[in-house]
Each structure stands twice: as C-alpha cells, then as structure tokens.
C-alpha cells in the first residue's frame, strides 16, 4: 500500500501542457481498461449497456442479466474528468445441494465516483510529412515505447437498499472503501493502442483486490475497430483469484455515437464464468478551445469567459469586478463634397496657336477624302 501511494505521488510531478478533447469521441467500453486522457472540457458522456452472464461455481449455477452506466464529465481542467461507474443487475442462483433453497436477487452492483488527471504524456515524431527518404518515414520512433501516464483516486460508495431474496450479502458492502488506479496508454502506432490499468479497489474492506488489466486495440478503418483484453483480479487468500480475457469490437457511427460488442471468458480456482455484452457510448460536445492574444507589450491577454486563479480560487473566491468601459459619444460623420481641381486658363495665343492646328488637320482630312474618292472614279481595271 505504502508503495503504490509513493508511485502515485512520484508520477504527480510530471508536467505537461496538452489538451484531452479529440473530435472523435473517447470511450472505455467496450474494454474494463481505462484510458488516460479525459473527454474535454465542457464534455458530458454516456456509456452503458446489457450484459449476460453465466457462472459455474462449485456446481452452484447463477445466471445474471444487468446493465452498466458510467457518467464522464470534463470541466475545470483540460486534464481532469470526474466519472461515475454504476451497475444494476438481477441474479438467479441455483444451489447444487438441493437442501438449499435456489435465490434471486435484484439491485445495484457497483456504485463508484472519482476523478483521473493526466500527468504526463510524451510527444511523438510526425514522419508522415517526410519526403527524402523512406526509410526515415517507416523508421519506428522509440519515444512510443513511452506512455502517457494518469492517475485516479476514487471511493466505493455504500449501498443500503438491495431487493433480495433469501439470505445472502448484499452486492455491494455497506462500508466506504476507496479505489486507486495508475492509468497508462501506448500509441505504438497510428492504428495499434496498447493500454496498462495497475488498480487497487475496496481498499480496507473484507474483499479488497488488486487487480492489472492489459488491452491491445486496433482500428482497422475509420469506423471500425477490434480489441483484445486480459486481466487479473487478486484476492484475499480465502478467495479465488480471476483470470479473465475478453475480446470485441466497436463501431462509429459519427464522431459522438459509438456502438459495441463484447464476449469474455473468466477462470477461478471454483468455476468459470462466461459473459457477453453490446453498448453504445453517445458524447455531448460543448467544448470551446480558448485561445490567448499576446499585446504588444508582451503580456497574455486573457478573454472575457476566463477566470484568474487556481482551481480553488475559482470554486470558492470571489470574482473580481472588472473595470466599467468608458463611455464614448457617438456622433455621425458628415458628407464632405469632392472639388475637382480645375485646369489652368489658356491664353490667347495657346487658344489661337490650337484654333489654327484644328483648322489645317480638317483640310488635311477634307484633301484626303476628295483624293480617295478620285481615284474610286477614275480607277480603270486592267484588261484580262
């Protein structure tokens, strides 16, 4: 436990500048991982679907139908996504020794809020735009094998009203329990993601686990995409370990709507479990980039929506009053008239040295047209 906190606190002093909203939506489903990056400021988020699930334990056979529902929410902070996990299921459990009464039961199996922030991720070389050299534009950029890094802190909210049956525990321990995650994603390339999730869930309760899951997605084209999932849930001694793989695919139908189907295989020391599941994500997408002006002194110039301060100063601080815009007159301008420069006055010999040049160019023009008309009437054709 000491451990895993110090990794948490040693990754939080990694920095980084980048923005998490992308035009496409960013879901989880239809894997367990979780991705480090957020949706986006002014980004609200809907993933849940239908589950079936088939469990063979000891010979005790429990069939489960439910849906999950997981709420994602950016705000504050580009980095920052504040998330709830809830599941809602009905059981019917049939016991292998028929001395015992078979039991169904109906309520919420999962009841989780908290938050991710992004602390770190890596910026990688474009060789798309290289044009001297082949090699150069195939050649695998080792900055890759680096991951964007999240962390993520969360509690186990208690759940006092559950509809069953019979007598049998409660889905969910009515006692507070919190959950910690280190999230890692690996861009190796433009089409294959790998993803790292390192969890430890109902910390201090009686059914603690620590858990990893690993999962490899590829996008064969713009809209579909494949994924492959492996994941290993340890513990207490007195419980079986899961060993669970899954695999599946998701389809995008515009940049907010995703649809997505799933089947998973899990194996314990008492029994397996068979699950399959169909979902659909659907994002709606406020969010506005906000861009800064620089002044000529040098200054950023914030625009009007931002606010000063940090993340506490603009939950509980005041706002600062900005100064009043002074008040300006406004007056309409008047239609000025255009005065053409007038040409200077000729004199008498200019105006008669003129009159004298217009008078021999029409005698000019007169000669030659009594000349033309001569010759059209004294013109003789030759003989053939």
């Known amino acids: 436990m000491k451990n895993f906190l110090l990794l948490l606190f040693l990754v939080g002093f990694f920095q980084t500048s980048t923005a998490q909203y992308t035009e496409l939506i960013n879901s989880r489903r239809p894997g367990f991982s979780d991705s480090p990056f957020s949706v986006g400021t002014d980004v609200l988020q809907f993933e849940g679907g239908l589950f079936y699930k088939n469990v063979k334990d000891q010979g005790n056979k429990v069939l489960s139908i439910g849906t999950d529902v997981m709420v994602r929410y950016g705000k504050f902070f580009e980095k920052l996504e504040i998330n709830l996990n809830t599941s809602f299921q009905y059981d019917d459990i049939n016991f292998k020794d028929p001395l015992e009464d078979d039991?169904?039961?109906?309520?919420?199996?999962?009841?989780?809020?908290g938050g991710k922030y992004l602390v770190y991720m890596p910026t990688y070389m474009d060789r798309s735009k290289e044009i001297r050299s082949w090699k150069a534009k195939t050649k695998f950029d080792w900055k890759r094998m680096i991951p964007s890094v999240a962390i993520y802190a969360g509690a186990n909210i208690p759940v006092t009203k559950n509809f069953i049956r019979g007598n049998f525990p409660r889905y969910v321990n009515d006692k507070f329990s919190p959950r910690l995650a280190i999230y890692t994603q690996n861009n190796f390339t433009d089409q294959f993601v790998f993803l790292m999730n390192?969890?430890?869930?109902?910390?201090?309760?009686?059914?603690?686990?620590?858990?990893?899951?690993?999962?490899?997605?590829?996008t064969l084209n713009n809209q579909l995409s494949f994924f492959a999932e492996h994941q290993g849930i340890f513990k207490d001694k007195d419980i079986p370990n899961d060993f669970q793989f899954g695999a599946g695919a998701a389809y995008l139908?515009?940049?907010?709507?995703q649809v997505d189907l799933?089947?998973?295989?899990?194996?314990d020391r008492d029994g397996s479990t068979f699950l399959v599941g169909?979902?659909?994500?659907?994002?709606?997408?406020?969010?506005?980039?906000?861009?800064?002006?620089?002044?000529?002194?040098?200054?950023?110039?914030?625009d009007d929506d931002e606010k000063k301060g940090g993340f506490f100063s603009r939950i509980f601080g005041k706002k600062e009053k900005r100064p009043e815009k002074r008040k300006v007159k406004k007056v309409k301008a008047k239609k000025r008239k255009i005065i053409k420069d007038k040409a200077p006055k000729k004199t008498k010999a200019q105006k008669k040295r003129e009159k004298e040049a217009l008078k021999k160019l029409k005698a000019e023009q007169k000669a030659a047209k009594k000349k033309a008309k001569d010759y059209d009437k004294n013109y003789d054709p030759p003989p053939n």
Do not use: C, P
């Open 253 to 257: 139908f515009d940049k907010n709507k």
């Open 262 to 267: 799933s089947i998973r295989a899990i194996s």
């Open 198 to 218: 390192l969890i430890m869930d109902k910390i201090g309760s009686g059914t603690k686990e620590n858990s990893y899951i690993l999962t490899g997605t590829y």
């Open 278 to 302: 169909a979902g659909f994500a659907w994002r709606f997408d406020k969010h506005k980039d906000k861009f800064k002006l620089i002044g000529s002194d040098g200054d950023v110039n914030l």
């Open 103 to 113: 039991i169904t039961r109906i309520g919420l199996s999962q009841l989780t809020i």
